[in-house]
């Protein structure tokens, strides 16, 4: 088993959707690649042994409660700029329908150094990522988001190639074709309206509050739109854990 992993709204989803199209083809439904590439948390990843390489979905952190830890080979890890990260966690709960204040959702977040919530089972965003990171034990591939979206081919072919594969240049690009936002969003539309099994959460009336899973996939924001002060306060309590996105590779 390979994982996927990352701290929630880093990417996961993304790369997943572009290892279907490379293996598979343009996916026609989202349960087509969930069924390729299953999610931990949905409770399906038996599925990942039908197929080759086998490749599963995580956010928890990694220790030694980790399921199938035995079974593990490595770990492709995406890690996100944690402001980038408030902010679409911040999106990803209105999606749901979640009644949340901005500024007290940052705060929240800055204090506990990650969604609060989310804490017992996937620790502090730095705790998260250092977790996978310096796991001595565990072959890994580290990918920042940033850089997957300024190169998707490179960060593509970079994965294939940790997955002990020659990549195919024709399928590389037809995979980051088949997987640019606005078709990815487009899925997303079709299959909220259609109001049948997705694994989009939200449902068809929060597309009309203009709320997406696959958002605008912003990179280097602020928060000045929630609080003058919170860049400050964010800085002051993430600066010294912001190495961690040095571990990614240059692609």
């Known amino acids: ?110 204090r506990c150094g990650g969604v609060p919530w989310w804490r017992v089972e996937m620790g502090s965003w730095d705790g998260h990522a250092s977790s996978w990171i310096e796991a001595s034990s565990l072959p890994r591939l580290v990918i920042r988001y940033e850089a997957m979206k300024a190169k998707p081919h490179a960060a593509l072919a970079r994965v294939i190639e940790f997955l002990g594969l020659e990549p195919a240049a024709p399928r590389i690009a037809s995979a980051v074709r088949d997987c640019e936002l606005p078709r990815l969003r487009q899925l997303e539309i079709e299959e909220r309206q259609a109001r049948r099994g997705t694994l989009f959460p939200g449902g068809f009336e929060r597309l009309e509050a203009g709320r997406y899973f696959f958002d605008r996939a912003a990179v280097g924001q602020d928060l000045a739109c929630l609080g003058d002060d919170l860049d400050e306060l964010f800085d002051r309590r993430f600066d010294d854990s912001l190495y961690l996105l040095d571990a990614a590779e240059d692609l």
């Open 1 to 110: 088993m390979v994982w996927l992993a990352s701290y929630p709204r880093s990417g996961n989803t993304w790369l997943r959707f572009l290892l279907y199209a490379y293996f598979q083809g343009a996916a026609r439904e989202s349960q087509e690649m969930e069924g390729r590439i299953p999610n931990l948390h949905r409770g399906n990843i038996d599925r990942a042994w039908a197929h080759d390489p086998i490749l599963g979905k995580t956010h928890l952190s990694w220790d030694e409660r980790h399921p199938y830890r035995r079974e593990s080979g490595g770990c492709i890890y995406l890690i996100r700029h944690p402001k980038d990260v408030l902010l679409s966690n911040l999106n990803y709960f209105k999606l749901q329908g979640g009644v949340v204040d901005d500024r007290i959702f940052a705060l929240d977040f800055i």
